[in-house]
């Protein structure tokens, strides 16, 4: 029990690390330098101050997640996709600017691009 609080937390501190990768890839800039260590590093910065936030966030699908474990499992053939897609929107919320196109740049470029239509660009 007393490394599994802390380990949730560090868990937590690490857990925008891949969308970090991904936007930095994306934003063209000379990532070669850049280890995994310092996409760890930036996932925890980013998340300093954020962890109860995302802690909540994971709270609130835990209906859901009995709800697809009752169904055998299909229910999370809809849920999996749902709660990708509300974490990358946690993540570009608390990320506003920090990183290449986690701005809202990105999602108006897209919204400027398709005559009001909304794309979402994991």
Same mark, same amino acid.
Do not use: C
């Given at each position: ?53 995302f802690f909540l966030l994971k709270l609130s699908f ?6 697809? &474990?009752?169904? !055998?499992?299909? +229910? !999370? ?10 974490? &990358?929107? !946690? ?8 990183? +290449? ?16 239509? !909304?794309? &979402?660009?994991?």
């Open positions: 029990m007393l490394f599994i609080i802390p380990g949730i937390i560090k868990a937590f501190s690490y857990s925008q690390t891949y969308l970090i990768y991904k936007d930095l890839a994306e934003s063209q800039k000379d990532t070669d330098d850049l280890s995994y260590l310092d996409y760890i590093t930036k996932s925890r910065q980013l998340m300093d101050g954020h962890k109860m936030d835990i209906g859901w997640d009995i709800l697809a &474990v009752l169904t !055998f499992g299909i +229910g !999370f053939i809809w849920l999996t996709p749902y709660q990708t897609a509300t974490y &990358v929107a !946690f993540y570009k919320d608390i990320a506003q600017g920090h990183f +290449g196109n986690s701005a809202t740049d990105g999602d108006k470029a897209a919204t400027d691009n398709n005559e009001g239509s !909304f794309i &979402v660009r994991y």
